[in-house]
């Protein structure tokens, strides 16, 4: 069984940054296309970014760019997602989720597989 465990979450101050992982067990990350989405409350749950399978290319929402990296660890088995400049619109449950297509940040219905999720909550 697939399994995803995210880490990293917490609570910051705006401008400040976090670094959230999603470890990996029973299966090999870089065969599948790892997706990070996050919910706040009262919202819907939107993907924010997106490495791909195999070649590594990443995706992100437009809200995101420029702050967000999303990167991948083979040796580790693990994805990241670093994020600076944190706003206070942020805060939501953020979750890793892995399919084994191709990215596709506007389709959660295409990650089979999801994480707990992990609270990032910006506040001063």
């Known amino acids: 069984q697939v399994q995803l465990v995210e880490s990293g979450g917490g609570l910051v101050q705006p401008g400040g940054s976090l670094r959230l992982s999603c470890a990996a067990s029973?299966?090999?990350?870089?065969?599948?296309?790892i997706g990070w989405f996050r919910q706040a409350p009262g919202k819907e749950r939107e993907g924010v970014s997106c490495?791909?399978?195999?070649?590594?290319?990443?995706y992100y929402t437009d809200s995101v760019k420029g702050r967000f990296t999303i990167s991948r660890d083979n040796a580790k088995n693990t994805v990241y997602l670093q994020m600076n400049s944190l706003k206070p619109e942020d805060t939501a449950v953020y979750y890793c989720?892995?399919?084994?297509?191709?990215?596709?940040?506007?389709?959660?219905?295409?990650?089979?597989?999801w994480g707990q999720g992990t609270q990032v909550t910006v506040s001063s």
């Open positions: 989720a892995a399919s084994s297509l191709y990215c596709n940040l506007a389709s959660r219905g295409r990650y089979p597989y």
């Open positions: 029973r299966f090999t990350l870089d065969d599948y296309a």
């Open positions: 490495i791909s399978r195999n070649d590594g290319s990443t």
